[in-house]
């Protein structure tokens, strides 16, 4: 058995593995677990991480990684400030997200271990603005717009702010009731996996609830030596559909409840999103999600049928000889 052959027999029960590693201890959901998995394949530099959106810093992405590996790093939140955990109060925005990462010493060419985005709202073109200026952590999570209606291929996001279709909001949701109800917000998962992918890299997990997804850097997914340099990304097998996880949150199972009242409705369908692939071309309104189909007890999803595909046909074409 070559090496390339060994090391994607063990990328693709790496990938399988993911979602049995979802555990919670100080993240929403099964964010803890998933990272000391992901990190467990590729490994860490310098152990530290940038998170933002992340609230008082109780419950993050982050904390668990500091307090029970040692990791350090940068918080930021609009709300909050504890300077015990390094969490600096700031609001953070498209125009100046760079700049404030530089204000706190990580400039692009920075070692970053992790890079944890979660703002509710213009999540994509934060992430797009982050990369376009150079920076590439080892690892990302982004919060996605899970909703049928976002699933994929749909490549879609809120507008970018500086849009006029975005209404001069500075954030998606506000303390209206028809904000509250609203699933205006974010992008959605092939969305974020197209923009991993124009920065050479892969989606290689969304946790079971449908709200983050997770993208590794390619060069550390291929195997060392001279094979590295001529294998196929993991996108180019693990798609879209195959890491795609429906909200399971909110009474609707189907994202942030939907509004009822024809009044809520209609201010939602004023606020549409784009096609990332078109934009700033193609709008789409609004829509009302259709109801979901349960899984089925003991069904499994796509990506650990996929790491059984070098005894099958699952993941044809994947070959590192």
């Known amino acids: ?30 964010e803890d677990g998933v990272l000391e998995h992901l990190f467990g394949f590729v490994g860490a530099g310098p152990k530290n991480y940038i998170e933002f959106g992340v609230m008082s810093g109780r419950e993050t992405n ?20 504890d300077p015990s955990i390094n ?13 404030l990462f530089r ?45 049928l209606t976002l699933a994929p291929p749909a490549k879609i996001s809120v507008p970018p702010p500086d849009d006029p279709r975005a209404g001069g909001r500075s954030r998606c949701f506000g303390s209206s009731e028809a904000d509250r109800l609203s699933s205006w917000f974010g992008g959605s998962v092939s969305a974020f ?14 946790e079971s609830t449908g709200v983050n997804c997770f993208g590794v850097r390619d060069d550390l997914l291929r195997p060392s030596g001279s094979h590295g340099a001529h294998t196929p990304p993991v996108s180019s097998f693990l798609t879209d559909a195959m890491v795609y996880r429906p909200a399971r949150y909110g009474p609707n199972c189907g994202g942030h409840p939907r509004p009822h009242a024809p009044a809520r409705e209609n201010a939602m369908r004023s606020r549409p999103f784009v096609d990332v692939a078109e934009q700033p071309k193609a709008a789409f309104p609004y829509v009302r999600a259709p109801a979901r189909e349960p899984r089925k ?5 796509p990506t650990a049928q996929c790491a059984e595909g070098l005894r099958g046909n699952l993941c044809a074409g994947v070959s590192w000889a």
């Not at 994607?8 to 029960?13: G, S």
């Not at 593995?17 to 099964?30: D, I, K, L, T």
């Not at 007890?297 to 999803?301: C, H, I």
Request: proline share 2%; hydrophobic share 35%.
């Open 87 to 99: 969490l600096q109060q700031e609001m953070i925005n498209v125009s100046n997200v760079v700049s």
């Open 193 to 206: 996996s197209s923009l991993y992918q124009r920065y050479n890299y892969s989606m290689v997990y969304c």
């Open 62 to 81: 982050t904390r668990h990684l500091r307090k029970a590996h040692g990791w350090r790093g940068l918080m930021m939140d609009g709300g909050y400030r």
């Open 297 to 301: 007890p003991g069904e499994r999803y």
């Open 1 to 30: 058995m070559s090496h390339a052959h060994d090391h994607l027999v063990r990328l693709l029960a790496w990938l399988a593995g993911f979602e049995a590693a979802e555990r919670r201890v100080h993240s929403q959901n099964g």
């Open 103 to 147: 204000k706190y010493g990580f400039a692009p060419e920075t070692e970053l271990d992790l890079l944890s985005v979660d703002t509710d709202c213009y999540d994509y073109w934060l992430t797009e603005t982050v990369f376009s200026a150079g920076y590439r952590p080892r690892a990302i999570v982004n919060e996605v717009n899970a909703a």
